[in-house]
């Protein structure tokens, strides 16, 4: 069973729905991440939270809302989203530990959002 | 800011065989530490080796062993002895040494690997 599980795995949504995206981590750690990974690019980091203190909002439009309630569980709320936005959204955790090289990311399989 | 780059989108290697993925990077730091992720049809992304600018030596981790090539910015991976359960889509990414805390990564656009049985 991985660490960190995503639900749901697909979405299909109309561009005028409001959905959840859910992470739930499961290994103690203190940072939560999401990630959109589009066809072709580079994964794109968007939001950070560090001890659920928001630290990284990458220029992510606001139709992206995160919301990080404790240190387990990690949403990202999606209102009014276009079609470019489909794409495989990724969270991840790690345990910032301040030893750099030791720390990891732990990823869940990601939901596959399409826009229609 | 700094970039990550796969040249190769695609490769394939025989079974048993060797097959090396490329990465270059651009920074200016001196201080980073570089990974490679494989990401299989299940779409987890799982760390196969990672490596600290620092140090000379490359990183070795069983069959999976890189050649780090600083001046060069070159961060390339070697499979040896390919497995058909390595047949995933392979991502080199960065992280700047300067900032502590977060894991705040840069991501190349990744190369897709196939396994020939």
């Known amino acids: 069973e991985t660490g960190v599980t995503q639900t749901p795995r697909h979405l299909v949504m109309g561009m005028t729905n409001k959905k959840s995206l859910k992470c739930e981590q499961h290994l103690g750690h203190n940072a939560m991440y999401w990630y959109k990974q589009s066809a072709k690019k580079p994964l794109e980091l968007m939001f950070v939270y560090s001890l659920e203190e928001r630290v990284e909002n990458n220029s992510v439009p606001s139709r992206f809302s995160p919301e990080c309630p404790n240190s387990s569980h990690l949403f990202l709320h999606l209102h009014t989203l276009q079609p470019e936005d489909s794409a495989l959204y990724l969270c991840?955790?790690?345990?910032?530990?301040?030893?750099?090289?030791?720390?990891?990311?732990?990823f869940g399989s990601g939901t596959q959002l399409s826009v229609l | 800011a700094q970039t990550v780059t796969q040249s190769q989108p695609e490769m394939s290697v025989q079974e048993a065989e060797t097959v090396t993925l490329s990465c270059t990077y651009d920074?200016?730091?001196?201080?980073?530490?570089l990974f490679w992720y494989k990401q299989p049809p299940s779409r987890q992304m799982i760390l196969v080796i990672r490596q600290e600018a620092y140090k000379q030596q490359n990183a070795t981790e069983n069959r999976f062993s890189v050649n780090f090539q600083k001046a060069a910015k070159s961060f390339s991976l070697k499979i040896s002895d390919s497995q058909l359960g390595d047949a995933a889509m392979y991502f080199c990414?960065?992280?700047?040494?300067?900032?502590?805390?977060?894991?705040?990564?840069?991501f190349g656009q990744g190369t897709r690997l196939t396994i020939n049985p």
């Open positions: 920074t200016s730091e001196s201080d980073y530490y």
């Open positions: 991840a955790s790690s345990q910032d530990t301040r030893q750099t090289f030791n720390e990891k990311l732990f």
């Open positions: 990414a960065y992280r700047s040494g300067r900032v502590q805390g977060a894991q705040k990564l840069v």
